[in-house]
């Protein structure tokens, strides 16, 4: 874990120390848009791919409300933004890159997941000279045949790939070292046998990090994706392990520990009833350590829309940046309530169906959570919780 990671953490901390601390990140979604049509994306479980593009520009905001959110975002304390959402943030460059300067501008971290087929050679130049921090690109294999299969419209892999060689290329005769590239690829019975020939591709392409995440299903589409615990069998003794050799190697940084825990039976199996999962976690644990999970601490999420929740397994709130501030939305009656049944143990419904990411990445922040604590000479944290809301 690197400090930018031990410093969401402390922020976290802050709040038992009995401060009051911003949200440390943002997430949010410029836009509902997409141009591919993935088989295993969450819109597939909607009626159509164009109706919710045409949706989408009926209740976006605007650019300028987004660049008013970022300076307000910077007053409260925000390190870090994720721009992802529920499309692909580059089908609407100026607003996006706009964004991104004004984030930067700020002096906050930023991060961007995007396909790959949006870019052009001015909007790649624009990218590195604001100093942007990291881009994902999502592919999905080592070849056309499976990534556009996969994405459901030809010659997406060409575009991906050559838009990720251009940034490497520009960044070398820029001399910089920023963004730094990675590589998002979901898990499914289509790829699970040819991730030993991505990770040599990934080597070629130097990549620095590689997230691998199993498939969450959304409709019949990713149903029949996800691979069986025939293939899973598979994956986990004839390809894991040389993974991760693989990996080191080529100095490929990667999520596969998170990866392993991920994998566990219960997690793949209880995807739509991780209540238990999350809770069972922080049974066994006291005080602050105890908590089930940590986001409304820490992490909000801006929809299109303006609907705000501190979640990214989204629920509509009916609470608006359009009507509130974000630091009224944060230290508000809905955002308080959330913590003190967080406290509670008390789980909204929604984390159900928690992504089993979230829960591999709150073990990891108990685990360091401790030896920060040890470090700091409080014992084992048997305080009144009610006192941090």
């Not at 964004?99 to 130049?125: P, V």
């Not at 921090?133 to 994405?151: A, C, T």
């Not at 993974?243 to 520990?257: M, P, Q, R, S, T």
């Amino acid at each position: 874990m690197d400090e930018h990671e031990r410093n969401k953490i402390r922020r976290i901390l802050d709040w038992f120390r009995g401060e009051n601390p911003g949200p440390w990140k943002i997430d949010i979604e410029l836009h509902r848009r997409c141009n591919l049509r993935c088989l295993s994306c969450s819109r597939r479980g909607a009626d159509s791919y164009e109706k919710i593009n045409e949706h989408s520009k009926e209740i976006e905001m605007s650019t300028e409300k987004w660049l008013e959110i970022i300076d307000e975002a910077s007053e409260l304390g925000v390190e870090e933004w994720h721009i992802a959402g529920g499309g692909e943030p580059m089908l609407i460059p100026d607003r996006t890159l706009s964004c991104m300067e004004r984030i930067k501008r700020q002096g906050m971290y930023g991060i961007l997941t995007n396909n790959g087929t949006q870019f052009d050679e001015e909007k790649i130049r624009r990218t590195i000279d604001m100093g942007w921090d990291v881009i994902h690109f999502s592919i999905d294999g080592p070849s056309s045949n499976i990534h556009d299969y996969l994405r459901q419209v030809d010659g997406t892999f060409g575009k991906a790939t050559q838009t990720l060689k251009k940034f490497q290329v520009m960044k070398d005769k820029l001399s910089v070292e920023k963004p730094e590239i990675r590589v998002n690829t979901v898990l499914s019975a289509e790829n699970y046998d040819k991730l030993l020939e991505m990770v040599e591709y990934l080597n070629e392409l130097n990549v620095s990090y590689w997230f691998i995440e199993p498939l969450i299903v959304y409709s019949g589409y990713g149903k029949k994706l996800k691979l069986n615990k025939k293939q899973m069998k598979d994956f986990k003794e004839n390809y894991y392990s040389r993974l991760v050799k693989k990996c080191k190697e080529h100095g490929i940084g990667n999520n596969f520990e998170t990866l392993k825990g991920n994998l566990d039976d219960g997690l793949i199996e209880g995807t739509n009833e991780m209540q238990e999962v999350v809770r069972k976690d922080s049974e066994k644990e006291e005080g602050i350590l105890s908590v089930p999970c940590y986001q409304p601490f820490f992490h909000m999420v801006v929809k299109c829309d303006g609907n705000v929740n501190f979640c990214d397994v989204f629920t509509e709130t009916g609470i608006s940046v359009k009507s509130k501030s974000l630091k009224d939305i944060w230290y508000g009656d809905y955002m308080s309530k959330v913590r003190e049944k967080m406290l509670e143990n008390k789980l909204p419904g929604y984390c159900g169906k928690c992504n089993p990411s979230n829960t591999t990445q709150r073990r990891r922040y108990r685990k360091e959570m401790k030896k920060m604590l040890n470090d700091d000479g409080i014992s084992k944290l048997k305080g009144n919780l009610s006192k941090i809301v």
